[in-house]
């Protein structure tokens, strides 16, 4: 009987697979006994009604289904895009707003911002667009470094004289005859399309001409960690649109600062803890101070080009020596973040800083050592001070502040203090509102909330003028006014737009 039994296990595990007659597996059908006889022929059976009615076929088909990948399985393409930024001109489109298309985004830096590198970068690897109009740039600033133009001012204090011309544009706004600061026809500034341009990507944190008369050029920098460079002189170019973006740092670029007597050395600071000095003629961007901290302000003194004075932390404050490449002393000046680094045009021994402790003192180098210094004066506000600059003659000092008012420090060792009223408060996107000095101490410049430019006249003590304009579409928060053109200033936005304003 064994070959039953090995014939009986054989059924047991093809019992559903077979799909014909098993009676060829009897050479004699006497062999088989009635019980198997009738297991066979409902085996056939079953095989047929299953064939009837496709049943594998569909078991098939949902066995397929059931092992499908899950949308969580399937891996995501993660490939970056590059934008590559083209002026429409290039690309033989009518340009009806220069600069940065409004999709411009960072393609080169994506480093985390927590591991910034404190190695060289290379033009190449920092510029955001094409080899060319790279060219054109570099070729610009050698060019005004071969003509030997310097950026020195005047031993006298007077500025060079405005041409005073009357204009019906209806741009400004607000005038007040007997309130309009002497010396400059501030009314004659006017904003032209063809001097507004998106610079770089995001919000603008800092704004400056080049200190040059050959060539009208302003770089900023945003919260990105982009530079950009624009130059006006190439308005109606048809191979470049004068804009050139550079992204050196990995976090907010918090200041500008052009070598002295070099416009081919570039000192930039930001967030990510890193001072680069862009250098024109060897195309690199320098490091040459890394920190822990975020550095929030950077200044240079007067005729000392080999020092930086920077600001890092909660208050504490650097003298940095370019040449050892360490810093000398450092000392902790206020119990919070110092936003701004200023020196006396006329005594560059007396330097000023503002903070977010809400006070700006007056500090002299001379008495500074080893321990914390005694501040010569302070201006107290309610709340944080975003600012505190000298007047042009040096003998006024300009402070604006969180609580609304822009204050004046004067006198002959600015022991008076007076306040005046403006509106300084921003929105949460836009950056706090600083006041600059115009070419002389007749005015104070800031931006207002209303997308236009308040001239503040500190001997009357109010708003003098506003300068406004269709053009102008968002609030100028950052202002600055060109060193050696008077007349020509600039606003910069959280959209990274720069309108300049000339007179005309």
Known sequence: MLPFQGLTVHFFFSDYNIKKPLSFLFTDASMATEYERKRLENIRRNGEMMAALNVHAKASSLHSVATKPTREDVKKSTKPTTVIRKSKRTRGLTPDTAGLPSNTKRTHNTRPLHKASSTPMPFDVAYEGEDDSLTQFVDTLLGVISRGTVAVKDDDNESPPMVMRSRTSGVVNNRDEADLPTGFGLESLSLEPHNVARVVPGRVLVAKFLPCLDVKMIAAGDAHGSVGFWNLDCQGDDDDD???????????????????????????????????????????????????????????????????????????????????????????????????????????????????????????????????????????????????????????????????????????????????????????????????????????????????????????????????????????????????????????????????????
């Open 242 to 504: 004068g804009i050139y973006l550079f992204t050196p740092h990995t976090n907010v670029v918090t200041s500008l600062v052009f070598q002295q007597n070099s416009f081919s050395r570039v000192i930039t600071s930001s967030y990510d803890g890193l001072i680069r000095v862009m250098d024109v003629e060897k195309l690199v961007f320098d490091s040459v101070c890394s920190r822990d901290e975020s550095i929030y302000s950077l200044s240079q003194r007067p005729n000392d080009e080999q020092s930086l004075y920077f600001s890092e932390g909660n208050g504490m404050f650097n003298l940095w020596d370019l040449r050892a490449g360490k810093s000398d002393f450092h000392w902790e000046l206020h119990e919070l973040r110092i936003n701004s680094v200023d020196f006396n045009p006329q005594n560059p021994n007396i330097m000023a800083t503002s903070s977010s402790d809400g006070t700006a003192c007056l500090w002299d180098l001379r008495s500074m050592g080893a321990q914390k210094p005694k501040t010569l004066s302070t201006v107290n506000h309610s709340k944080a001070v975003h600012s505190a600059y000298f007047s042009p003659s040096g003998l006024s000092l300009a402070t604006t502040s969180c609580d609304n008012n822009v204050g004046i420090l004067s006198g002959r060792n600015f022991e008076d203090a007076s306040m005046i009223y403006h509106k300084n408060s921003t929105l949460r996107n836009i950056c706090n509102f600083r006041g600059v000095w115009g070419w002389d101490d007749s005015c104070i410049i800031i931006g207002n909330m209303s997308k236009g430019i308040d001239v503040i006249s500190p001997e009357r003590k109010r708003i003098a003028m506003s300068l406004q304009s269709p053009l102008m579409k968002a609030i100028p928060s950052r202002i600055n006014c060109h060193p050696l053109n008077v007349g020509t200033l600039a606003g910069s936005t959280a959209g990274g737009q720069v309108y300049v304003w000339t007179a005309n």
